[in-house]
């Protein structure tokens, strides 16, 4: 008699570099009827939450995976089966699965959620005694599965003893809530015994005023992610001050004439697309020891959303019209704020832009959006003294910061892409 069909609902991968994800909220109960292709559980990735889908039709008959579980990819979250599949069935499958990473695979694809046989009974056969070797590595097998990827790090992190905690998750695996929680109790191992505290005056202690937030997976991500920047990448700066009066006068008379809304931001991203084009060697990735060089100018524009920095990027800028670049970068920021991006929305782009000038800040440095090799920062614009043909006044002046990889451009480089962005800027009739 065959046995009946079993789904597993597993994480999936939706990037090359994704080795985890979150779950954010099932939208399906147990004991639901789903439909392929229904939207079953919420993941938090990288910078987007996704939607999981069914692969199969059936009955969710198991959630294994709750809100705020962090799971490797291959995991399995949760089991969907025909209402022929028994309890017991169910159980058997879920105790036998074995996580296995997936391929790279868009969201909603078959891959991400292969369905699965139940297995049927096969004869008994004698197996071989394992040797010493193949039971250490059992062991260490096991013991590899029994730590989540994310506990095991922070574990590392904060020097605490793995062995010395107790694991509350399926089977006795150990998440990074044990951990934090282990740390939280000041709990260290035998071997390893706690300093006694510090005597400093107003030091805080947990429970006289501490609030303890958990990283999001998103949020660690990024740190992750700006860490490696920072460690792998020589960062080298260069400044130039440009006069943006002209623009602000041709952004006031567009205005005054009913003209389409557009944003100082918007001129400023039409121009850099403009200046990129002349300037190949900064409008590129590295990938290995190969520089990839692209023709068209994909800009990510740095957003600041609730769950963290989103880079959406702006295609092709360098071939838009001013008002399609308004248009585009404001439906790009409203749905980065609101955690609404597709994943080819923030995958890719050959440059960034960061404009922290709405916040006042008048010069920063912005870490490297790797694998590209540059970044702009863009202060705030604002009343400085300057000399024009030997006569002091008020100009209205902006500072931009160009960070750079310098394994792959040098300051002749990046100093004659920041020439011609300045003159593109400070004669705008040419925008």
């Not at 440095?365 to 702009?376: E, G, K, R």
Request: charged content about 20%; overall charge negative.
């Amino acid at each position: 008699m065959t046995a009946p069909p079993i789904t597993a609902v597993t994480m999936p991968k939706w990037g090359i570099e994704m080795t985890e994800g979150s779950v954010t909220s099932w939208r399906v109960a147990v004991g639901a009827r789903v439909e392929r292709g229904a939207e079953l559980v919420d993941v938090e990735t990288e910078k987007i939450v996704n939607t999981v889908e069914a692969a199969a039709a059936g009955t969710l008959r198991r959630i294994l995976a709750t809100d705020g579980d962090t799971l490797p990819v291959g995991a399995l979250m949760g089991v969907i089966a025909d209402d022929q599949a028994s309890d017991a069935q169910i159980t058997e499958f879920v105790n036998s699965f074995v996580s296995a990473v997936v391929s790279f695979d868009p969201p909603g694809t078959d891959a991400a959620l292969a369905p699965t046989t139940a297995p049927a009974a096969a004869p008994t056969v004698a197996a071989p005694a394992p040797t010493p070797l193949a039971a250490a590595e059992a062991d260490a097998a096991a013991e590899e599965t029994r730590v989540s990827p994310i506990a095991r790090r922070i574990a590392e992190r904060l020097g605490v003893d793995l062995s010395q905690v107790t694991g509350t998750g399926r089977n006795g695996r150990i998440s990074k809530e044990d951990v934090e929680e282990y740390a939280a109790r000041g709990a260290t191992a035998p071997t390893a015994p706690s300093p006694p505290p510090e005597s400093s005056a107003g030091a805080p202690t947990a429970g006289t005023g501490v609030r303890r937030v958990r990283m999001s997976a998103r949020r660690l991500t990024i740190a992750r992610r700006l860490l490696e920047a920072k460690q792998t990448v020589p960062h080298y700066r260069l400044s130039i001050d440009v006069d943006f009066g002209p623009l602000l006068r041709l952004q006031r008379a567009r205005l005054a004439a009913g003209a389409e809304r557009v944003s100082v931001n918007d001129w400023l991203l039409r121009a850099t697309g403009l200046a990129l084009v002349g300037h190949p060697g900064l409008n590129a990735q590295l990938e290995g020891e190969d520089v990839l060089q692209f023709e068209a100018a994909d800009i990510s524009i740095a957003v600041a959303a609730e769950a963290g920095l989103v880079t959406p990027i702006l295609r092709a800028v360098n071939l838009k019209s001013i008002e399609a670049i308004a248009r585009e970068s404001r439906d790009l920021i409203t749905r980065a704020r609101q955690g609404t991006l597709r994943r080819d929305e923030i995958t890719g782009g050959s440059f960034t832009v960061s404009n922290l000038g709405t916040h006042g800040v008048t010069r920063f440095d912005a870490i490297i959006n790797i694998p590209q090799v540059a970044i702009l920062a863009v202060g705030a614009v604002s009343q400085r003294a300057v000399v024009v043909d030997g006569a002091l006044g008020i100009g209205e002046v902006c500072t931009l910061t160009l960070s750079l990889d310098h394994r792959v451009v040098d300051g002749a480089a990046g100093s004659a892409f920041l020439k011609t962005l300045r003159g593109l800027l400070q004669d705008p009739a040419v925008l």
